[in-house]
């Protein structure tokens, strides 16, 4: 029977880009977990830690013997960037080490754990072969982000981004559509565009906020002002979002499970096209083709 080489603590969790690396968790849960609107490491056995540097050594052993021609690695869990400098080059020594044909690490990034590194030790964790940083902005409205307590704000999201471009680092940059509701959609549109504007990530994409475990923890910071959107609200922001976008080669998607619609291009090349497809679910509700209600998830 198969085993394979690493255990992980379930729930894993990965971005769509990442289905093809392999996994290789070197903290457990996420340094922060206190937003409102995530649930990815709220579970007991998730709390938060960084793991021992002989366990993670161990797994790449094992993961060496086991599997053949790793070419790419996603550092789990929530956020490997909490980790010191002098580790994480320690961890991508193991991985070059071991994965002869290894071509790029990524890992998810908390802005404010960034804010604690410099662009010079970001250039050499690249040129250890850390590539691609994803970082959760979510929102580029300080009252969104204050409601939903995620412990930043649009000044350190744009220093951590700007600190990536500079050290020659990818960025993959995630937005949740609906954030803030009814009553905030227009500002939450607006800013989130600007902050992209003056950062121009490598890749954007857009997600849609659900709560699968019940919203109370989420209402917390809205009280009764939270109404969620509904599908024509969604798209009425996404396409207010891609008005006020002005980016020069970013690949833009809207494909995560949980979108309605899926759009696809770089910005601002197809800016226009996919402003069309949006225009036509709007007006013409049957006319582009929608994601099922019960194809739709995390």
Not at 57 to 70: E, F, H, Q, T, Y
Not at 185 to 213: G, K, M, Y
Not at 241 to 262: G, K, M, P, Q
Request: proline share 5%; glycine share 6%.
């Amino acid at each position: 029977m198969y085993s394979f080489p690493i255990d992980y603590v379930e729930p894993v969790f990965r971005p769509p880009s990442e289905a093809k690396s392999l996994i290789l968790p070197v903290t457990n849960g996420c340094s922060w977990n206190k937003c409102t609107f995530c649930e990815m490491y709220t579970q007991p056995q998730k709390k938060f830690r960084a793991r021992k540097p002989e366990d993670v050594r161990r797994d790449i052993d094992k993961a060496a013997r086991s599997l053949g021609g790793v070419r790419r690695v996603f550092l789990a869990d929530g956020d490997a960037m909490v980790l010191p400098t002098r580790r994480l080059l320690e961890i991508l020594a193991d991985l070059k080490a071991a994965f002869p044909d290894l071509r790029r690490v990524s890992s998810y990034c908390l802005p404010r754990n960034l804010a604690k590194k410099t662009v010079e030790e970001l250039a050499q964790l690249k040129d250890a072969g850390l590539e691609i940083l994803y970082v959760g902005m979510e929102s580029g409205d300080d009252e969104i982000l204050n409601r939903v307590n995620k412990g930043e704000s649009w000044e350190s999201t744009r220093s951590a981004l700007l600190k990536i471009r500079e050290a020659g680092l990818t960025s993959s940059v995630m937005v949740l559509n609906g954030l803030g509701g009814e009553s905030l959609s227009r500002q939450h549109a607006i800013n989130t565009a600007t902050l992209c504007n003056e950062t121009q990530p490598d890749f954007l994409s857009t997600l849609v906020v659900s709560f699968p475990q019940g919203e109370e923890r989420f209402r917390a910071g809205f009280g009764d002002d939270f109404v969620p959107l509904s599908q024509q609200g969604l798209f009425e922001e996404i396409k207010l979002f891609l008005e006020h976008l002005e980016l020069e080669r970013t690949v833009f998607r809207s494909d995560h499970a949980s979108n309605y619609l899926v759009l696809k291009g770089t910005l601002g090349r197809d800016k226009q096209k996919m402003l069309d497809q949006v225009d036509l679910a709007i007006s013409s509700p049957g006319a582009v083709p929608l994601r099922a209600e019960w194809m739709r998830g995390l």
